[in-house]
């Protein structure tokens, strides 16, 4: 039997439906990913990046092909799965600690009220958020609840953490502040990663590999970059590495000369 | 001329003295105290003048508001007053209404007692508007309450299911044009009676718009609530009560503001059949005894109380609204 990873993507189709005939967003992607490793998906706008990351979710089924995850086949959605969804998507009904508690209550079965509210309240402290437990996400800053978002991810323990642009709707100085936050998680969690970016610094300073799609209709893996970067990685003092400058390179070379933003050149 | 005599540079920002163009290299300059202690607290001394102001600016706020309304008030009653009170005009004007209708207006509560056991209202007919209106409210208090309890119930129904909304929907969107008095002949012969059948047309009514917008807004439920529902693997029990209730109630609301309006129209056309009693037998009566004035009194009472209602159920929805 041939080893597999811990996330394997074998053979991922994914193609809607629609008046013409069957749109193939995205086809053949294989993509193996390791326990602990931190991976960036990177692509234009459409390239079908939110797909594979949904596929890997649960929430949308490949048309064909299979995820494996620790060996089972993923077939719907769950929580060993966690999504950090871009517009963050609390509910804003709920105080920010119900929001997490909803997915500790799913999640940490057999524990006690009391070991429950502890967990919520620690999660909440790793994104240092504790303070705004009581407030419900209306009152909060955009980037105040993608903190909680991350907080309610992570709480729920997942075997994968899946990041869909989690920062793409922020400004960039909170993006930067929250990018920091998050290296800070993962030094201490070691989570398996996929994140969804088209912001090539946040890719090279966050993710152990880049993985670059081509652009759709069928689009699939064209290149796949591992990050030789030592951690903890700075920011400031990373654009001094060879290293970080030869990888950013190497991403903006494929996204702007190889497989430039279709809209750009239709236009 | 004397600015000639300053030597300008041509720089890329334009033709400078050289003084401002010699600061070639960009140096940070630390802004000066940027470390230092903060300086010491100042004692606050507390301003007592404010207040009287503040009080002057609140009324002046609610005059603004109420001002226009009465100013309208005032001059339609005057237009009113002035167009009806010639002679030959068969239309009573306020004055009339005031001094015929007198015993209407300023015992709105005869034939009404309250005891220990609760309010009673008396048997035969004799009873003041506000007695009438305390009947149709009780009236229109069982018929909407059925049809928020059904409706709601349908509107998540046909919300969830697109098979049972493409089944139930256009049933749905043909009987809800149907006016109140229509069903009146219908309601008659299922009942038999005239007290079901008065509260069958106000439920019959107000169910529609609270059917259509629950519907509306169990369909809109963002995509990324029901995302997380899904991630979170919430059974649909959770679903319903974490997710989706808490999602629709502002159109929930919506559907029941219309509702309560609607019940509140329909009411007169029940109390038609009904007889007797009730603010809609109230106008009947007074129409059939040429007591046009006291349609006018009712005509106001029923706007009111519409009014009313319409604030409370829309001041209940917020206050749910927070809640969830």
Same mark, same amino acid.
């Given at each position: 039997m041939?080893?597999?990873?811990?996330?394997?993507?074998?053979?991922?189709?994914?193609?809607?439906?629609?008046?013409?005939?069957?749109?193939v967003?995205?086809?053949?992607?294989?993509?193996?990913?390791?326990?602990?490793?931190?991976?960036?998906?990177?692509?234009?706008?459409?390239?079908?990046?939110?797909?594979l990351?949904?596929?890997?979710?649960?929430?949308?089924?490949?048309?064909?092909?299979v995820?494996?995850?620790?060996?089972?086949?993923?077939?719907?959605?769950?929580?060993?799965?966690?999504?950090?969804?871009?517009?963050?998507?609390?509910?804003?009904?709920?105080? +920010?600690? $119900?929001? /997490?508690? !909803? @997915?500790?209550?799913?999640?940490?079965?057999?524990?006690?009220? %009391?070991?429950?509210?502890?967990?919520?309240?620690?999660?909440?402290?790793?994104?240092?958020?504790?303070h705004?437990?009581?407030?419900?996400?209306?009152?909060?800053?955009?980037?105040?609840?993608?903190?909680?978002?991350?907080?309610?991810?992570?709480?729920?323990?997942?075997?994968?953490?899946?990041?869909?642009?989690?920062?793409?709707?922020?400004?960039?100085l909170?993006?930067?502040?929250?990018?920091?936050?998050?290296?800070?998680?993962?030094?201490?969690?070691?989570?398996?990663?996929?994140?969804?970016?088209?912001? +090539?610094? $946040?890719? /090279?300073? !966050? @993710?152990?590999?880049?993985?670059?799609?081509?652009?759709?209709? %069928?689009?699939?893996?064209?290149?796949?970059?591992?990050?030789?970067?030592?951690?903890?990685?700075?920011?400031?003092?990373?654009?001094?590495?060879?290293?970080?400058?030869?990888a950013?390179?190497?991403?903006?070379?494929?996204?702007?000369?190889?497989?430039?933003?279709?809209?750009?050149?239709?236009? | 001329m004397?600015?000639?005599?300053?030597?300008?540079?041509?720089?890329?920002?334009?033709?400078?003295?050289?003084?401002?163009v010699?600061?070639?290299?960009?140096?940070?300059?630390?802004?000066p105290?940027?470390?230092?202690?903060?300086?010491?607290?100042?004692?606050?001394?507390?301003?007592?003048?404010?207040?009287?102001?503040?009080?002057?600016?609140f009324?002046?706020?609610?005059?603004?508001?109420?001002?226009?309304?009465?100013?309208?008030?005032?001059?339609?009653?005057?237009?009113?007053?002035?167009?009806?009170?010639?002679?030959?005009?068969s239309?009573?004007?306020?004055?009339?209404?005031?001094?015929?209708s007198?015993?209407?207006?300023?015992?709105?509560?005869?034939?009404?007692?309250?005891?220990?056991?609760?309010?009673?209202?008396?048997?035969?007919?004799?009873v003041?508007?506000?007695?009438?209106?305390?009947?149709?409210?009780?009236?229109?208090?069982?018929?909407?309450?059925?049809?928020?309890?059904?409706?709601?119930?349908?509107?998540?129904?046909?919300?969830?299911?697109?098979?049972?909304?493409?089944?139930?929907?256009?049933l749905?969107?043909?009987?809800?044009?149907v006016?109140?008095?229509?069903?009146?002949?219908?309601?008659?012969s299922?009942?038999?009676?005239?007290?079901?059948?008065?509260v069958?047309?106000?439920?019959i009514?107000?169910?529609?718009?609270?059917?259509?917008?629950?519907?509306?807004?169990?369909?809109t439920?963002?995509?990324?609530y029901?995302?997380?529902?899904?991630?979170?693997?919430?059974?649909?029990?959770?679903?319903?009560?974490?997710?989706?209730?808490?999602?629709?109630?502002?159109?929930?609301?919506?559907?029941?503001?219309?509702g309560?309006?609607?019940?509140?129209?329909?009411?007169?056309?029940?109390?038609?059949?009904?007889?007797?009693?009730?603010?809609?037998?109230?106008?009947?009566?007074?129409?059939?005894?040429?007591?046009?004035?006291?349609?006018?009194?009712?005509?106001?009472?029923?706007?009111?109380?519409?009014?009313?209602?319409?604030?409370?159920?829309?001041?209940?929805?917020?206050?749910?609204?927070?809640?969830?």
């Amino acid at each position: 039997m041939k080893h597999r990873s811990f996330l394997a993507l074998e053979g991922i189709n994914v193609a809607f439906p629609t008046k013409t005939g069957p749109f193939v967003a995205v086809e053949e992607v294989d993509l193996s990913i390791e326990k602990g490793q931190f991976v960036a998906l990177i692509g234009h706008s459409g390239c079908g990046k939110s797909t594979l990351l949904n596929v890997i979710a649960g929430l949308q089924k490949p048309t064909r092909g299979v995820v494996f995850l620790d060996g089972d086949v993923i077939e719907k959605p769950g929580p060993d799965r966690a999504v950090i969804f871009q517009d963050h998507s609390l509910l804003p009904w709920l105080t +920010v600690e $119900e929001n /997490v508690r !909803l @997915a500790v209550d799913k999640t940490a079965q057999g524990k006690t009220r %009391a070991e429950r509210r502890d967990w919520v309240m620690h999660n909440l402290e790793l994104v240092q958020m504790a303070h705004a437990a009581a407030k419900r996400p209306g009152e909060l800053s955009g980037g105040m609840k993608q903190r909680v978002g991350i907080a309610r991810a992570i709480a729920m323990s997942p075997r994968v953490l899946l990041m869909d642009e989690p920062f793409g709707a922020l400004d960039a100085l909170t993006r930067a502040s929250l990018q920091d936050a998050v290296m800070a998680l993962q030094a201490q969690l070691n989570n398996t990663v996929v994140m969804i970016t088209h912001d +090539v610094d $946040e890719a /090279v300073l !966050l @993710a152990d590999r880049v993985v670059m799609m081509t652009n759709g209709p %069928a689009a699939t893996i064209g290149e796949d970059l591992t990050i030789d970067l030592p951690r903890p990685r700075d920011r400031i003092e990373a654009t001094e590495i060879p290293a970080y400058n030869h990888a950013r390179h190497e991403i903006l070379h494929f996204l702007h000369q190889r497989h430039s933003n279709p809209l750009d050149r239709a236009a | 001329m004397s600015s000639s005599s300053v030597p300008l540079i041509q720089t890329y920002a334009g033709r400078l003295p050289a003084h401002v163009v010699s600061g070639q290299e960009a140096q940070i300059i630390p802004y000066p105290n940027s470390r230092a202690p903060a300086p010491p607290p100042v004692e606050v001394v507390k301003a007592t003048l404010g207040r009287p102001k503040l009080r002057f600016d609140f009324l002046g706020k609610f005059g603004a508001t109420v001002f226009p309304t009465l100013l309208m008030l005032i001059t339609l009653l005057a237009i009113w007053e002035i167009s009806c009170s010639s002679e030959g005009v068969s239309f009573p004007s306020p004055s009339r209404v005031w001094s015929e209708s007198h015993d209407v207006i300023v015992h709105p509560l005869k034939g009404v007692s309250i005891d220990s056991s609760g309010l009673h209202i008396a048997e035969n007919g004799d009873v003041g508007i506000a007695g009438h209106i305390i009947t149709s409210l009780k009236r229109v208090a069982l018929g909407y309450g059925l049809s928020a309890i059904v409706g709601i119930a349908l509107g998540i129904l046909i919300g969830q299911s697109l098979f049972s909304y493409r089944a139930l929907d256009p049933l749905f969107q043909v009987l809800r044009t149907v006016p109140p008095l229509a069903w009146l002949p219908i309601s008659l012969s299922i009942f038999q009676d005239a007290g079901p059948s008065a509260v069958f047309l106000i439920f019959i009514t107000a169910i529609w718009p609270v059917i259509l917008n629950t519907a509306a807004g169990v369909q809109t439920i963002p995509n990324t609530y029901r995302n997380v529902a899904k991630v979170l693997a919430l059974n649909p029990f959770e679903y319903f009560v974490r997710v989706m209730l808490p999602a629709t109630v502002p159109h929930m609301f919506t559907g029941l503001r219309i509702g309560i309006g609607m019940s509140w129209l329909a009411i007169v056309a029940a109390e038609m059949v009904q007889g007797g009693t009730g603010i809609g037998f109230f106008i009947w009566d007074s129409y059939n005894s040429s007591l046009l004035t006291d349609t006018i009194v009712a005509l106001i009472w029923i706007g009111m109380v519409g009014f009313s209602l319409d604030r409370i159920v829309a001041f209940i929805g917020r206050r749910v609204a927070r809640q969830a």
